[in-house]
């Protein structure tokens, strides 16, 4: 009997996993775990819970479907709560395991769980394989080292463009059915056991459900992944008008949605990439279909410029080789965070945010800079709030768009959002604000985004925080 585990990790799936494949191709039995460790249950530095209710519900509904896939294999899931290494230390001293195998990751956190595991295992004799299965470029791909990644995003994605290609996915692992788990797991040391009761004492169901005016109800798993990417290619050809529907801000198909799916790996980007590829070539190829792809070098580019910086990214100053002036002003903090600063288009963003776990592509934008360049506030701040709130939080995504809209990241030019222009750009009749902020839904069109101009402002609506036409005035210099 040859024993193999397999940590799952931000790889929440059995399509194009090759460190799940590999386990299974070289075990009898194979145990597929999951250890909860401090990203759900511990605080962030300014004390925001790290994974908050609508992430918590995502990953409870991501696991639930894991283990039901496994167990529709042949196998099930085996939980525990606690650090990884430790967990993984306690199995390989009760079992006979031969092989471990996992999904590499690059942040700095994940670093040292990975490290810590090197450890257990190396002490033991016990083989370790591991895959990098996150982003759309294998880093082997590259046409430099990782460490030569170049500063400015267009520079990285010409070159990859011309000189690398992009591995086909993996198909689901040729079963079922799976290795079975090894007799008595269910009294195995440190776990919880298999099955939705060791879920339920995990991650016990202590959230509400999604609010009805989300665009989309996010479901985690696996099979919900492959529904929305079936919904948005082949039964809407959303696909095909994305580049001209991206930046909107109202309804589930302005943009593909997928970000969630892909933050916790119940998607992966290769997978999406061959989707890709098959529609243009049964159904349509065009500016849209490309544009989709650009974005997720943006995905791929983040994790890369984290691989590169490591910590630096969680730095006051980021990239930036000058130390910049922050204020951490509690009271404007909680006014930006609960949606309360007077700027209906900043406002309707932040509740969105707080109700659903979720906020389009454009309106993570402004609000970012609005509270770095506008209200000068440290910008960590505004990470780590996203980083409890968003239902897709991918670390390298979230700390890398934080620090280039903030000014100390990637971005080569130090810009700032106009708020207003961008309000009446994108929401020009006040839609989108109507629908978040019912207090201002009677104000007429032209005053929807500057309520303190109209006779009567709303009551019930909070006057501006700060002066928004000196604070451009300020921006824009002299
Ligand atoms: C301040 C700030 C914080 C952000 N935090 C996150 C985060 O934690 N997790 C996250 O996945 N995205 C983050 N983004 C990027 C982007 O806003 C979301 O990926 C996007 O809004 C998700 O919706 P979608 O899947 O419909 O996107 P689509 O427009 O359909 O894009 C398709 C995919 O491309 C990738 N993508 C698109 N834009 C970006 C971008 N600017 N940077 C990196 N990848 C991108 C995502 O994987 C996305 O799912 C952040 C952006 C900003 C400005």
């Known amino acids: 009997m040859t024993i193999t585990l397999h940590l799952f990790r931000n790889d929440l799936r059995l399509l194009d996993n090759p460190a799940l494949t590999h386990a299974a191709q070289n075990g009898s039995h194979l145990i597929p775990l999951y250890v909860l460790d401090e990203r759900v249950t511990g605080k962030t530095r300014f004390g925001f ?66 490290r810590a595991i090197r450890e257990v295992l190396s002490a033991r004799g016990i083989s370790l394989r591991t895959f990098r299965s996150f982003t759309l470029f294998h880093p082997d791909d590259l046409p430099m080292p990782v460490s030569g990644t170049p500063d400015v995003f267009t520079q990285f994605r010409k070159r990859v463009e011309k000189y690398s290609e992009i591995r086909p996915a993996l ?115 065009n500016v849209s279909t490309y544009w989709l792809i650009f974005e997720l070098i943006w995905r791929d580019y983040f994790h890369f410029i984290m691989e590169k910086y490591g910590a630096r990214l969680f730095h006051r100053d980021g990239l930036s080789s000058e130390p910049g002036s922050w204020s951490t002003d509690p009271e404007r903090f909680q006014k930006w965070r609960d949606g309360e600063t007077g700027i209906p288009f900043i406002d309707a963003n932040m509740r969105e945010l707080a109700a659903t776990g979720y906020m389009s592509n454009r309106g993570r934008q402004n609000v970012a800079s609005y509270l770095s360049k506008y209200l000068g506030i440290d910008w960590r701040m505004g990470a780590e709030w996203f980083e409890s709130m968003l239902i897709d939080y991918d670390v390298h995504s979230n700390w890398g768009n934080w620090a280039y809209v903030s000014g100390v990241g990637n971005d080569p030019r130090d810009r700032y ?9 994108y929401d020009p009749k006040g839609d989108y604000v109507r629908h978040w902020l019912p207090e201002l839904a009677g104000l007429p069109e032209e005053h929807i985004h500057e309520p303190w101009k109209t006779v009567h402002p709303p009551a019930a609506y909070p006057g501006q925080l ?13």
Not at 260 to 272: D, F, H, M
Not at 417 to 425: D, E, S, T, V, Y
Not at 466 to 478: A, H, M, N, Y
């Open 171 to 285: 198909p689901a692992p040729e079963f079922p059915p799976l290795p079975p788990l090894p007799e008595s797991l269910e009294h195995a040391p440190g776990t919880i056991g298999t099955g939705k009761a060791s879920l339920d004492h995990a991650l016990p169901q202590t959230y509400t459900e999604p609010d009805p005016r989300a665009a989309i109800v996010f479901r985690g798993g696996e099979d919900q992944a492959l529904a929305r990417l079936d919904h948005y290619f082949w039964k809407t050809d959303e696909l095909q008008k994305y580049k001209f529907k991206r930046n909107g801000l109202l309804g589930p198909d302005y943009s593909s949605k997928f970000s969630a799916w892909l933050a916790n790996g119940c998607l992966s980007p290769r997978t999406i990439h061959d989707q890709v590829k098959l529609y243009e070539s049964e159904r349509k190829k």
């Open 466 to 478: 700060i002066d928004f036409e000196q604070t451009v005035k300020r921006l824009s210099g002299p």
């Open 417 to 425: 959002f106009h708020i207003l222009n961008q309000a009446r750009k």
């Open 49 to 114: 819970p790290k994974t908050g209710p609508h992430r918590q519900r995502f990953l409870r509904e991501s696991l639930s479907q894991l283990d039901k896939s496994l167990q529709a294999n042949g196998s099930g899931l085996l939980v525990a709560t606690g650090r990884p290494h430790e967990i993984i230390a306690s199995l390989c001293d009760a079992m006979d395991i031969s092989l471990v195998t996992f999904q590499e990751e690059i942040a700095p956190e994940e670093k040292e769980t990975e």
